[in-house]
């Protein structure tokens, strides 16, 4: 989505986006969606965060606590700013001159983030020995991959480490490394990355490997999103076609308008009715993947084996040429959804 300068938000509305920002803080995904709802920017909505806290930190502060150094705030606005915001060193750089910090330069930034990554290791070490899940992926920086293994229960990062390649040697030595700090690996969720199974299965032949639902899904999540601009496209077309046919003249002509507006209505009406009835399959379909129901019951790999079959069938029976393909992949790899539950 393209973001523009907003010069219309009255100061209520800024207070009703902050109110947004504490309300649903820890949710995944939602500044993302609070930033979409009302146009703006994710830099902007944590900017509007940041000064609503510090503006009440100064008002419900005894007196002689109200003037804080600027090195206290300094820090954790740049962490936020470049790992939350996802804001370059550049865009640092601007918002800091913008609001008078000190240093602001991009030369000063960079170093100081440098000076922080070398400080910090890159493995975690324990004690003790410790049980965890892993959460393994690759990210990639200038075309070069970082390997990340997080604990997924506590959402630590493990180890991450810049890495040449993402052989499956490269994944071995990586879990090997975190063997040697300590941690015992229950098993894996991943992607179907061929070098990172590997790896992982060679370095913790005990632990067991489960798919990472997020890639899993995703084809039918970005179908889903692909639908919904087909039926806003297909929104539009029919309000053409009623206000071409609404400036016809001529009976002749005023009959030819009639059949293109019809056509354009059953065209519009098939796109919303797919996006519908695939948008809320797939609702249904993360709901059934939770650990507990809406009730709170515990549900079991029984039922949600049976829930998700039937939803995958209800999916396919939606016209529409490309879900077929994309359900194929899925079926296949029913027994890796439900990997955890069993050993469980």
């Not at 809320?280 to 549900?299: I, Q």
Request: net charge negative.
């Amino acid at each position: 989505m393209k973001f523009t300068r907003r010069h219309d938000l009255d100061p209520q509305t800024r207070i009703e986006i902050v109110k947004d920002v504490w309300l649903h803080q820890g949710i995944y995904g939602k500044m993302t969606q609070i930033a979409q709802a009302y146009h703006i920017s994710r830099t902007f909505l944590y900017q509007l965060s940041w000064a609503a806290r510090h503006h009440l930190e100064d008002l419900l502060s005894d007196p002689q606590h109200l003037v804080e150094p600027p090195a206290f705030l300094l820090e954790p606005w740049m962490f936020m700013l470049r790992l939350e915001g996802n804001c370059s060193i550049p865009s640092l750089s601007s918002i800091f001159k913008h609001f008078d910090y000190e240093p602001n330069s991009v030369g000063s930034l960079s170093e100081s983030l440098q000076d922080y990554g070398r400080s910090v290791p890159s493995t975690l070490s324990m004690p003790h020995q410790k049980v965890v899940f892993y959460l393994s992926d690759e990210i990639f920086a200038i075309r070069a991959p970082i390997l990340v293994t997080i604990d997924a229960q506590s959402t630590a990062i493990l180890k991450i480490e810049l890495a040449s390649d993402r052989s499956a040697k490269t994944w071995e030595t990586h879990c090997n490394d975190l063997g040697a700090h300590r941690f015992h690996s229950l098993g894996m969720a991943s992607d179907r990355g061929v070098g990172l199974k590997a790896g992982y299965q060679a370095a913790c032949q005990d632990g067991f490997w489960v798919c990472d639902q997020f890639h899993e899904f995703q084809d039918l999540f970005n179908r889903c999103h692909q639908l919904e601009r087909k039926a806003y496209s297909a929104i539009g077309k029919e309000l053409e076609a009623a206000e071409t046919f609404a400036n016809a003249k001529s009976e002749a002509n005023l009959q030819k308008r009639l059949d293109q507006y019809e056509r354009a209505r059953q065209a519009c009406e098939h796109a919303i009715e797919r996006y519908d009835q695939l948008d809320l399959l797939l609702a249904m379909l993360s709901e059934s993947l939770h650990l507990c129901s809406g009730a709170g019951r515990l549900r079991t790999v029984e039922d949600v084996r049976s829930n998700l079959t039937l939803l995958l069938s209800l999916i396919e029976e939606i016209d529409d040429e490309k879900l077929p393909k994309l359900l194929k992949p899925i079926r296949s790899h029913l027994d890796d959804i439900f990997r955890a539950g069993v050993a469980s």
